[in-house]
């Protein structure tokens, strides 16, 4: 079985100080991960993924994520937080190339960037 | 191009009534995928299909609920004999067919049942 963890229920950051939103993920093989983000009343938004290769992965609107395999985890950060960065961020794993399609995502972090 | 697209936006229906909720995929995604969001559960899996291979219906939560794919594209979500439980906003996403790609959600369907 898959699973991912998010320790956070929310993450409260000063505008222009940097983000990191945590996540672990549990499961066989080698993992594909995403983050997406999520605002109030839309869908999910990609962010960005690990599938493999360079262990630091940039992503869309200045996010970046570090894939490390011995702590399985895929921590989500940005160097300098933007208010527009308030939403609902998700992590996603699913098992690698012969693993479930389908994502198992945590439980989501809503993240509160203060003026 | 356009992106994936769910009708209706909103729903709200009696218990016990029937409901389809209706997904219309990026074009030349071959992969689809439902969804369900709901505040106890959190972001649940629900059917994916692929291609004409045989759906995972493994995350379907009742017999209750059944989803079928038609020529490829569109796909419809039913829901038969709504509980309160059902109550969520309910999510497709698609993507091209290999194991890596990115899965791209709509913007969803709330339902509520009454």
């Known amino acids: 079985a898959q699973s991912v963890a998010q320790p956070e229920d929310q993450v409260n950051v000063a505008e222009g100080n940097p983000l990191t939103v945590k996540c672990t993920y549990s499961v066989s093989g080698n993992p594909y991960l995403f983050w997406y983000v999520q605002y109030p009343n839309r869908g999910l938004q990609f962010l960005l993924k690990?599938?493999?290769?360079?262990?630091l992965v940039k992503g869309s609107y200045g996010f970046e994520a570090e894939f490390n395999k011995s702590q399985t985890s895929f921590h989500l950060k940005k160097p300098s937080a933007l208010v527009s960065d308030s939403a609902l961020y998700f992590c996603a794993v699913r098992g690698g190339h012969t693993g479930r399609r389908a994502l198992t995502f945590g439980s989501g972090t809503r993240l509160q960037v203060q003026p | 191009g356009a992106g994936v697209s769910q009708s209706p936006s909103n729903k709200v229906t009696e218990k016990g009534k029937d409901v389809e909720l209706r997904c219309d995929p990026i074009?030349?995604?071959?992969?689809l995928y439902w969804y369900r969001q709901s505040l106890g559960q959190g972001l649940e899996f629900l059917i994916y299909?692929?291609?004409?291979?045989?759906?995972?219906k493994s995350g379907l939560p009742s017999d209750r609920f059944s989803a079928e794919r038609t020529g490829g594209s569109v796909s419809t979500l039913t829901i038969q004999r709504t509980q309160q439980e059902d109550s969520a906003v309910y999510l497709c996403?698609?993507?091209?067919?290999?194991?890596?790609?990115?899965?791209?959600f709509g913007p969803g369907t709330r339902l509520l049942v009454l």
């Open positions: 690990y599938i493999t290769g360079d262990n």
């Open positions: 074009s030349g995604h071959t992969a």
């Open positions: 299909f692929q291609g004409n291979s045989a759906p995972d």
């Open positions: 996403a698609s993507s091209l067919g290999q194991a890596q790609e990115t899965q791209y």
